[in-house]
């Protein structure tokens, strides 16, 4: 979620007539903070420590904080950080140039965070990291309270897009070399709440696969709680939607599902994933999970174990609970010292480790098409290229010598010759199929060529999203060519 605001915070400013630079020159930073993440505001006040320096250099720098951590805390970042110029929230992405703009004029700070969603973010501007593939919004905000978590009560109640909206999204994105999409929302297969359709998330994913030209659909993530059969047939039934479920199980013990507050229990997520399995055979489950939520036994963790035993996920990625102020569990009285929960945490990640391997290398010998990735440059010692399968996996492949190399964006067929517990290795029976995507890459290529190294370095309007790489101030920008 928050990836995909900072491309509509980019696309804002770019809009703006702000450009980027490459680092350091920045004469605005933009934090957009996630306060679901460990010590989010002690990393974001030692960001902005560091930038103080910069800012007694570079009296016109101007510092920018959004996000969850801003929506939450408020004038307390000026209050912290007085050389902070502008504090902006979840719900008004959209204001940033304008606040920008007024604490410029009126040489002060400008604090502005609302408590409802003003213009649905996908309305916005957004500048795309990647040529080929896209997020796509289809809903903000979670009805859900789970007792770890902080969304609710920052990002609100579920708002959602019309589907006319989204379609039409995903239509302009092709017509642009998109052709893969993510729909994205904190709890997708509850689409439909806000206006009343219960099949609509169902009936969206069917929707997508008549879209011609895009050729990978992906959602995340879905609840088990909401998960529906028609959801299933629908992925079955769409050629274009993928052959994977990224679902979050959290906890394999019912007792501590209770206690984070989420409705399901393991028998019923389990009996999701055989019926997804049914449907769509080979399909790729993957999942979340906590270890060490505040009471939980080694007979909890043990459940865990069991469940993830059963469910051979493809990919876990697992997360050690800490404490987020705010939350509901924060205040529960028995929180587990570390040593348990780092201990219960290394046993998991065996578990997962070694179902992972053996699911990858169940597919050693099947052919994988693999979408090559943007990072997918030849490795020189090893000649191999990288992208991802359709079931997500990364994928390294090899260009037998002589062979035309694929562009970022195309799709390739290779066959699987090895597999490690995060990779597989495609090294025989490689095959490209040049895409849309890959021409939208040679035509980015072109226009990024076409534009003279120095107004790319020029640093006068220029714009650093995400955490800036910080070294000393420059006087004067760079003049080294633009290279690729
Ligand atoms: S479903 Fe639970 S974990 Fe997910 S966003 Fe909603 S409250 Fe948070």
Redesign the pocket.
Known sequence: MNVHDSERLSGLLEGAGYVPVAEGLADVVVFNTCAVRENADNKLYGNLGQLWEHKEVNPGLQIAVGGCLAQKDRDTIVKKAPWVDVVFGTHNIGSLPALLERARHNNEAQVEIIEALETFPSDLPTKRDSTYAAWVSISVG?????T?????SL?GKEKDRRPGEILAEIKALVAEGVIEVTLLG??VNTYGVEFGDKGAFAKLLRACGDIEGLERVRFT?P?PAAFTDDVIYAMAETPNVMPTLHM?L?SGSDRILKEMR?SYRSDKYLGILERVRAAIPGATITTDLIVGFPGETEEDFLETMRVVEEARFGATYTYQYSKRPGTPAATLPDQLPKAVVQERYERLLELVNRISLEENQALVGNVVEVLVSNGGRKDDATHRMSGRGRDNRLVHFAVPEGAEAPRPGDLVQATITEAGPYHLIADTGYSLRKTIAGDAWDRAEAASCAVSSSSVGSAKAGVSLGLPTLGKPHSAPSSEPHSH
């Open positions: 979670c009805n859900n309270t789970c770890f978590c902080i969304v609710p990002r904190q709890n993530s609840h979050p959290q989420r």
